[in-house]
Every structure is written in C-alpha cells, then in structure tokens.
C-alpha cells in the first residue's frame, strides 16, 4: 500500500495537548476544531470510524484525547471505541453526543471511556470539559515544574 499523506494537523506548533475530533458533521468538526485551536491545543479531525482508525494508528503516541461523536453512519461512536480499545486498551475517550442511551453510555464508562460532552456544545462549556478531562488524564503533565 503506497504512503498516503499524512493528515492536516490545525495549529502544529500550539503549546497544549493534541486533539483527535471524530465528527461526520463538518459544521460541529470545524466550530470545535476552530475553539480549540484557539486555546493553543493541537488539533487533527476524523469524518467518520475508520478515518478515525487510520489516523490513531498513525498518532497514537501522540493524541492526548479523542472526542468522538455517538451517532455517525457506517460506524458510530460504541464501535469506534471498541476499534480504538482494540488498539489501545487506555485509549484517552470522550465521547459527546446530542442523545444516548444511558446502557450504552454506562457500558462505554465501564470500559474505560474517560467522560461525556453533551451536545449542543458551547464554547466555555468544550473548553472547561476538555481541560479537565486532560487533566485526569494526564496529571503529571500540569503540575510539572519548570525547568529552567
């Protein structure tokens, strides 16, 4: 298979965390990507599960966390989170949705998905559950001290 190009990074050189959005809505994809990046935060976006796969497999050691949609054609978001637990069984998930079933959202929890942003999406409100779920996430990563 020939080397395909290497998915748009938005903001490359952002200071903050690197954000994989999974969303077949290109509205919500671009709004969430543009509020993101704006904070500094790196981000790549998906259209759909398997463009999200490829993209994992290729970022994997780099994405500090994937927001993926609930409803999405072809593969929704409960598929996609077992694909990426298959790849990663740490896999750093949230998931955001304007419905869900609370079973399916309490399995998804109970396999390790690290948190749920409920649509419709507000600035203040991505940005304050982003932050926090890097922040549980990832720990460490705040509170290191400076060097230098």
């Given at each position: 298979?020939?080397?395909?190009?290497?998915?748009?990074?938005?903001?490359?050189?952002?200071?903050?965390?690197?954000?994989?959005?999974?969303?077949?809505?290109?509205?919500?994809?671009?709004?969430?990507?543009?509020?993101?990046?704006?904070?500094?935060?790196?981000?790549?976006?998906?259209?759909?599960?398997?463009?999200?796969?490829?993209?994992?497999?290729?970022?994997?050691?780099?994405?500090?966390?994937?927001?993926?949609?609930?409803?999405?054609?072809?593969?929704?978001g409960f598929a996609l989170f077992n694909?990426?637990?298959?790849?990663?069984?740490?896999?750093?998930?949230?998931?955001?949705?304007?419905?869900?079933e609370d079973e399916q959202l309490e399995a998804m929890l109970a396999k390790?998905?690290?948190?749920?942003?409920?649509?419709?999406?507000?600035?203040?409100?991505?940005?304050?559950?982003?932050?926090?779920?890097?922040?549980?996430?990832?720990?460490?990563?705040?509170?290191?001290?400076?060097?230098?």
């Open positions: 298979m020939p080397e395909e190009t290497k998915p748009l990074i938005i903001s490359p050189d952002g200071a903050g965390e690197l954000i994989m959005i999974v969303d077949d809505d290109p509205l919500v994809k671009m709004l969430v990507e543009r509020v993101l990046s704006a904070e500094g935060y790196r981000v790549i976006t998906a259209s759909d599960g398997f463009q999200a796969i490829d993209i994992y497999k290729q970022y994997q050691s780099t994405i500090q966390l994937v927001i993926l949609d609930f409803k999405m054609p072809g593969m929704d694909e990426l637990l298959a790849l990663n069984p740490k896999v750093p998930a949230a998931l955001t949705s304007g419905f869900v390790g998905l690290r948190g749920f942003i409920p649509k419709p999406l507000t600035q203040q409100k991505l940005l304050l559950k982003v932050r926090s779920l890097l922040d549980a996430i990832h720990p460490d990563a705040r509170n290191r001290p400076d060097s230098g």
